[in-house]
């Protein structure tokens, strides 16, 4: 059974920073991705990142550059590193792992971490 769990979220104030953890068990990187998501409270989820390999990172362009996604394999983990946070990235943060099904993949979802970013 796949497990995800997001961790590192917190407050800090606008400008700071904060690195988030996606650590599994029962998973191993394959053919789908991995990913970040954030919902702010009243608003849908909204993609942040998609990873498939160390050199297949997609960011949606949220945070503007400001965010980083990474990879360990060995460690079958993701992390996401945000500098220069602002208000409006204030939002619940989710991991999601990619699992494959028959015909295509299903998403594993972690619990989310709460980021708030105050002034």
């Known amino acids: 059974q796949v497990k995800v769990v997001e961790s590192g979220g917190g407050s800090v104030k606008v400008g700071g920073s904060l690195m988030l953890s996606c650590t599994t068990s029962?998973?191993?990187?394959?053919?789908?991705?991995m990913g970040w998501y954030r919902q702010a409270p009243g608003e849908e989820r909204q993609m942040v990142s998609h990873?498939?390999?160390?050199?297949?990172?997609y960011m949606s362009g949220i945070g503007q550059g400001s965010f980083t996604a990474s990879q360990d394999k060995a460690k079958n983990a993701i992390y996401l590193q945000m500098n220069r946070l602002e208000t409006e990235d204030t939002a619940v943060y989710f991991c999601?792992?990619?699992?494959?099904?028959?015909?295509?993949?299903?998403?594993?979802w972690g619990q989310g971490t709460q980021v708030t970013v105050s002034s």
């Open positions: 999601a792992a990619g699992v494959p099904t028959r015909d295509s993949c299903t998403n594993v």
């Open positions: 029962g998973y191993t990187f394959n053919s789908c991705v």
């Open positions: 990873i498939l390999s160390d050199r297949d990172i």
